[in-house]
């Protein structure tokens, strides 16, 4: 056990081969997070993000200490950042870590935060997430959803996972503002019906009606497919409307973090 000045406590780990850090290298892996239910961030501004919205954080690691302590300090209380496990890594634990090319040099372990569960009520905005497989798409989703005023987002299982490290950095710290559930299609789908929420997809049918004629009242959900095969039938079947983005004749279609991303925005028109 090291100090930091002012007697902060500061752990040091210094081998690769800890066994601490073995658990931390197994958050890079669906797998480990799924088994230890949490997950790892890898810089500033995503560490900056969780303090400021008092996410459960369990470890900061920095190979540099002192001066990434000292450039939060200025922004947060000592006694809070010192309620944190703050741990110096060598070198080498910290390339072991890291999955950018530029050296973010701070880590933090953060407890998940996901539910089977979740509520509805008049004011309802649910982005629906059934397939998404492609991590940039899923973070742009989600730092859309956050933008566009719609902070409850549904995972249907077979999404790519949302702590995956690439898609915490392409969300930017979206994360933090998002309520996030997950679990059987088909049982979401009778809770909304119950609760008198329109459901809107993304498919192309013969009776889609254009992205911009749709009304979007409150409570809603608005469903976006896998970037291949689209919604799946469960959605199809739980759709009230379909809706399609009025292109140009030369493009036949979006990648869905673009098409996603201008329903949200058309929708957050409607009060």
Not at 12 to 40: C, D, F, P
Not at 69 to 83: I, M
Not at 131 to 144: A, K, V
Not at 192 to 208: M, Q, R
């Amino acid at each position: 056990m090291a100090f930091r000045g002012g007697g902060i406590p500061l752990i040091e780990i210094t081998s690769i081969q800890n066994a601490q850090v073995k658990q931390w290298k197994k958050l890079k892996t669906a797998k480990g997070r799924r088994q230890q239910s949490l997950y790892l961030v890898e810089g500033p501004h995503l560490l900056d993000e969780a303090l400021k919205t008092g996410q459960k954080i369990e470890w900061i690691m920095t190979s540099q200490a002192e001066e990434v302590f000292s450039n939060f300090a200025q922004k947060y209380d000592e006694e809070v950042l010192n309620s944190y496990r703050w741990v110096h890594i060598s070198e080498e634990i910290r390339k072991e870590l890291s999955a950018t090319v530029t050296d973010q040099n701070v880590f933090a372990v953060i407890e998940k935060s996901i539910s089977q569960d979740f509520t509805v009520d008049a004011k309802s905005r649910f982005l629906v997430l059934d397939g998404i497989q492609d991590p940039g798409n899923m973070g742009t989703l989600l730092r859309s959803a956050v933008a566009f005023g719609f902070h409850q987002v549904f995972l249907s299982p077979d999404c790519v996972d949302i702590y995956n490290d690439k898609v915490l950095r392409s969300g930017q710290g979206a994360h933090y503002y998002l309520q996030f559930s997950t679990g059987d299609l088909e049982t979401f789908y009778a809770k909304l019906k119950e609760e008198g929420v329109v459901v809107y997809t993304t498919a192309l049918t013969k009776d889609s009606i254009s992205s911009d004629q749709a009304s979007y009242r409150s409570p809603l959900a608005l469903v976006l497919g896998n970037e291949g095969k689209g919604v799946s039938k469960v959605s199809q079947t739980a759709s009230d409307k379909n809706i399609l983005i009025p292109m140009s004749t030369s493009i036949d279609s979006l990648n869905v973090g673009v098409a996603g991303s201008i329903l949200l925005y058309q929708a957050s028109l409607v009060k």
